[in-house]
């Protein structure tokens, strides 16, 4: 079975950062690759980044590019989202996410969290 369990989302000033982790279970981690979406109130949800399991190039949304960074600790089955200089309009719930690599780079695997709050104060 697999299981995904997000941590670290919260409350921030705009400019600042947080880091968001994904525990995995170890048949998603070492099969799937893992990414993050996120929901904004009143909106779709949509994808922000990707890393395959098996490592190598990082894919970003290009809202994102450039402040988030996106990477994985295998021997802790744990995904990261390194969000910096955060704005106002990042604010959303953030799902991890697996599944095959063109499923989690459009609209997402079959694999999701529970999502977790992330707030920007302008």
């Known amino acids: 079975q697999v299981q995904l369990v997000e941590s670290g989302g919260g409350l921030v000033q705009a400019g600042g950062s947080l880091r968001l982790s994904c525990v995995a279970s170890?048949?998603?981690?070492?099969?799937?690759?893992m990414g993050w979406f996120r929901q904004a109130p009143g909106k779709e949800r949509e994808f922000v980044a990707a890393?395959?399991?098996?490592?190598?190039?990082?894919y970003y949304a290009d809202t994102v590019k450039g402040r988030f960074t996106i990477s994985r600790d295998n021997a802790k089955n744990t995904v990261y989202l390194q969000m910096n200089s955060l704005k106002p309009e990042d604010t959303a719930v953030y799902y991890c996410?697996?599944?095959?690599?063109?499923?989690?780079?459009?609209?997402?695997?079959?694999?999701w969290g529970q999502g977790t709050h992330v707030t920007v104060s302008s």
């Open positions: 996410n697996a599944g095959p690599f063109t499923a989690v780079t459009s609209t997402g695997g079959d694999y």
């Open positions: 170890r048949r998603a981690f070492s099969s799937y690759t």
């Open positions: 890393l395959r399991w098996s490592g190598g190039n990082a």
